[in-house]
């Protein structure tokens, strides 16, 4: 019986990502806690982790979960390989490094979904300063680096900003200071050249140390066993094999994939998703898997050099410039946005020249309209999972993503920019809307940000409430990228440690609150 489990802890995290690892240091501050997390990989040692322009390599390694989609009509028919990291640290050791909070106005739909200001960026601001070490001296820096990158950045991208400013666009310090309209170096998770993962900042050997934390690698949780309306235990599949183990809160910080896949595992999802899966359906919640979204940068704007580039000293995308579409000059909540490369970056269906003798500017679309879904194939850990982004489905996403690619070309062709073009290598000679269409079809990428499948809210189909509670059990929390409503304008990682610190801050209040 579960009632006869004894707790393993009195909290239990499931996944050592981004958000499992921060909530692992901090909810283990108190010593009375005891904290639990499982973690399906193991700490890394692969040098490539630290080196920040070696970031495209990691993918497809070991560590990498590799997900794949299902062929997208909206991107020429691609399926795309989506890189998660499996290891302590999770993404934040494979990613991109770029660390920027978005716009103040991402978060109102946050703030309206569950009518908490916690989720506005008023609420979440107390959490970003916690979490950030901005270099500017300050007593109550947090762990993690944000290194402005002003020095290290190249001659290319001094002359994009250059360019940028030209046009009519803000020079900005930087991506965190509630401004995104603008052009700056971008802010980066990197110190002495090297990455700043959050296992790094967060779960250092002080934290190892503590007594009352453990971390459980190479175990994944096969399904959450119910007991009424509470958790009664998790299967735990690891080297010594099956384990039970059970504790009075349980936290999933599994990732906008794997957190609805152990749902839906366990019984816990859309019903008709669930048959299909050979799982019986126990909770029904249709919305889980539902709402996924992702970023899509076009890798594809491409220019010959007139003489040789040298290679980024960061991790090849430099400084990011975010603008309405259609104008260089006005301000607010951008909707599009343009990247310098210092290399020539594109996708796989187009042909790249070699590195050091042409540039590319990534273009993108900063908040799309587009959903897609996450489903189980099975009831097993090893079943694939079902992944449609539905990527570029909608005509707002073809629309702002043509806009994007007139405004890389309309910078690429700039007179700041004389020393480096020799030639624009893609698109080329295409300029009808049909042409372009189709070439941003082929040039799109993703930029590895999906996040939505268990949403908060206040409405009935919202998957968790305002507190990040799943709302059909009292004892199980979503703490990830998962529960965001809505994509924010730039890289997600500072909104999802923003989530996790502002949870944290709750559970510490409501202990100190019950004592």
Not at 83 to 93: K, P
Not at 106 to 119: F, H, L, M, V
Not at 306 to 318: A, T, V
Request: charged fraction near 25%.
């Amino acid at each position: 019986m579960t009632s006869e489990l004894s707790p393993a802890a009195d909290i239990i995290i499931v996944g050592a990502g981004s958000s499992g690892s921060l909530l692992a240091a901090r909810l283990s501050e108190d010593p009375a806690r005891k904290v639990l997390m499982i973690e399906a990989g193991k700490d890394e040692t692969d040098p490539d982790i630290w080196k920040p322009q070696a970031w495209p390599a990691l993918q497809g390694r070991r560590y990498d979960w590799d997900y794949v989609t299902e062929p997208q009509e909206g991107t020429a028919g691609r399926a795309h390989h989506w890189a998660r990291g499996r290891m302590i640290g999770g993404s934040s050791c494979l990613h991109a490094m770029g660390y920027m909070r978005g716009h103040p106005d991402d978060y109102k739909p946050w703030a309206e979904a569950t009518g908490d200001a916690r989720w506005s960026w008023e609420g979440l601001l107390p959490a970003f300063e916690a979490n950030e070490d901005r270099e500017d001296g300050s007593e109550n820096a947090g762990p993690l680096l944000v290194h402005k990158t002003d020095e290290e950045a190249s001659p290319l991208t001094h002359a994009f900003i250059e360019t940028g400013m030209a046009l009519g666009l803000k020079r900005l310090q930087g991506h965190n200071d509630g401004e995104m309209i603008g052009v700056t170096p971008n802010s980066m998770n990197i110190k002495d050249g090297k990455r700043v993962t959050v296992a790094d900042a967060w779960l250092t050997d002080d934290v190892r140390a503590r007594d009352n934390l453990t971390i459980l690698t190479g175990s994944r949780v096969r399904r959450i066993v119910m007991d009424g309306n509470t958790v009664g235990h998790l299967e735990v599949v690891g080297p010594e094999g099956v384990t039970e183990l059970t504790a009075p809160t349980i936290l999933l910080c599994a990732g906008s994939l794997e957190t609805p896949a152990l749902l839906m595992r366990s019984g816990i999802g859309p019903k008709d998703v669930l048959e299909d899966a050979g799982v019986d359906c126990k909770i029904e919640m249709p919305e889980i898997g539902r709402n996924l979204q992702d970023h899509l940068l076009g890798a594809g704007n491409v220019y010959a050099t007139k003489k040789h580039l040298p290679p980024s000293r960061l991790q090849h995308s430099e400084a990011m410039c975010y603008m309405k579409a259609g104008d260089f000059t006005a301000t607010g909540q951008p909707d599009i946005v343009v990247g310098c490369g210092v290399a020539p970056i594109v996708s796989e269906c187009l042909d790249g020249p070699e590195p050091g003798t042409a540039f590319s500017f990534l273009f993108g679309i900063t908040h799309p309209t587009s959903r897609g879904s996450l489903k189980i194939s099975g009831p097993d850990l090893d079943d694939p999972l079902v992944i449609d982004p539905n990527y570029i489905s909608t005509e707002h996403d073809r629309e702002k993503f043509r806009a994007a690619l007139k405004a890389a070309r309309t910078i690429g062709q700039r007179p700041e920019l004389d020393e480096w073009r020799d030639h624009e290598i893609h698109p080329g000679s295409l300029e009808t809307d049909a042409e372009l269409d189709d070439f941003i079809a082929k040039a799109a990428i993703t930029h590895h940000h999906p996040c939505g499948t268990c949403r908060m809210g206040k409405d009935e189909a919202a998957v968790v409430d305002a507190d990040l509670k799943l709302k059909t059990l009292d004892n199980l929390y979503i703490v990830d990228a998962s529960v965001m409503p809505t994509l924010t304008a730039g890289p997600i990682h500072a909104a999802v440690l923003a989530i996790a610190e502002t949870f944290a801050r709750t559970m510490i209040a409501k202990t100190e609150e019950a004592r």
